[in-house]
């Protein structure tokens, strides 16, 4: 699609927009090889060449727009972000005070969603981290009552299990490895509660009724729990 830039419409932008975050979740996640880029940039792409072919005034009624009916918190981030003014993922197709009421919305949004809503996110950590960049004390709060439901544990942890690709040179197997950011965890659950949620979903929950990447998450995380020292090995951000 890039190829078409030139051929793009310029009215109603919003309509392409809101279609292509809400397929984003039918492109394949995982990288298949280290120069992958990987899922979450291929759509910011398509979109940038959409809206930065309009004046700032119009990017934000498009936005706004498109904000309305695109269904998932992380794809809302991410247009908001890329519209934006923020370090390394904001263009500045609109002007700082409607990027500053764009992202206060969202925040709104996602302090107000319940356990379901943001358990089916598929950047959830990532996007309650962005929300704690900006509303910390009410992030943390929110947070540490949901995970007080086992499901959405999970899926936090899920959302925490980084993944590195490696491929030696010359060797066509691609090497994986995950790691756990229990770090970004701890900041927005106090540690020692964290890890006490943990150990009780650890107890009670059928390991081989999960899937292998929460599986894999859940064993991570039940090692940082009773390990404070293996815990600070994994205090990387996802």
Same mark, same amino acid.
């Given at each position: 699609?890039e190829h078409?830039e030139?051929?793009?419409?310029?009215?109603?932008v919003?309509i392409?927009?809101?279609?292509l975050y809400?397929?984003?979740?039918?492109?394949?996640?995982?990288?298949?090889? &280290? %120069? *992958? =880029?990987?899922?979450e940039?291929k759509v910011?792409?398509i &979109?940038? $060449?959409?809206l $930065?072919? %309009?004046?700032?005034d /119009?990017a934000?009624?498009?936005t706004?727009?498109?904000?309305?009916?695109?269904?998932?918190?992380?794809?809302?981030? /991410? %247009?908001?972000d =890329?519209?934006?003014y923020r370090?390394?993922s904001?263009?500045? %197709?609109?002007s700082?005070e409607?990027a500053?009421a764009?992202e206060q919305?969202?925040f709104? *949004?996602?302090l107000?969603?319940?356990?379901?809503?943001l358990?089916?996110?598929? *950047? =959830?950590? $990532?996007l309650?981290l962005?929300v704690?960049?900006g509303c910390?004390s009410?992030?943390?709060?929110?947070v540490?009552?949901? &995970?007080e439901?086992?499901a959405?544990?999970?899926?936090l942890?899920?959302?925490?299990l980084?993944e590195t690709?490696?491929?030696?040179m010359?060797?066509?197997?691609v090497?994986?490895s995950?790691?756990?950011?229990?770090g970004a965890?701890?900041?927005?659950?106090?540690q020692e509660r964290?890890?006490?949620?943990?150990?009780?979903?650890?107890?009670r929950?059928? &390991? *081989?009724?999960?899937?292998e $990447?929460?599986?894999m998450?859940?064993?991570q995380a039940?090692?940082?729990a009773?390990n404070?020292s293996?815990a600070?090995?994994?205090g990387n951000r996802?």
């Amino acid at each position: 699609m890039e190829h078409y830039e030139k051929d793009f419409p310029v009215d109603r932008v919003e309509i392409p927009i809101a279609v292509l975050y809400n397929r984003q979740q039918r492109l394949q996640r995982p990288k298949r090889h &280290v %120069l *992958d =880029l990987g899922a979450e940039y291929k759509v910011g792409r398509i &979109v940038l $060449r959409l809206l $930065r072919n %309009l004046d700032r005034d /119009e990017a934000a009624r498009a936005t706004r727009a498109a904000l309305g009916h695109i269904r998932a918190l992380s794809d809302r981030a /991410e %247009l908001t972000d =890329l519209v934006g003014y923020r370090e390394d993922s904001g263009h500045e %197709l609109v002007s700082e005070e409607d990027a500053t009421a764009l992202e206060q919305s969202l925040f709104d *949004d996602v302090l107000r969603a319940d356990d379901d809503t943001l358990g089916g996110e598929r *950047d =959830l950590l $990532r996007l309650l981290l962005r929300v704690h960049g900006g509303c910390p004390s009410e992030t943390s709060a929110h947070v540490e009552g949901l &995970v007080e439901e086992d499901a959405f544990l999970l899926s936090l942890l899920r959302a925490a299990l980084g993944e590195t690709v490696g491929q030696a040179m010359g060797d066509a197997a691609v090497r994986r490895s995950h790691r756990l950011s229990w770090g970004a965890l701890a900041e927005l659950v106090p540690q020692e509660r964290f890890a006490e949620r943990v150990k009780q979903l650890a107890d009670r929950v059928a &390991v *081989d009724d999960l899937d292998e $990447r929460t599986r894999m998450a859940l064993e991570q995380a039940t090692l940082c729990a009773d390990n404070p020292s293996l815990a600070e090995e994994h205090g990387n951000r996802p």
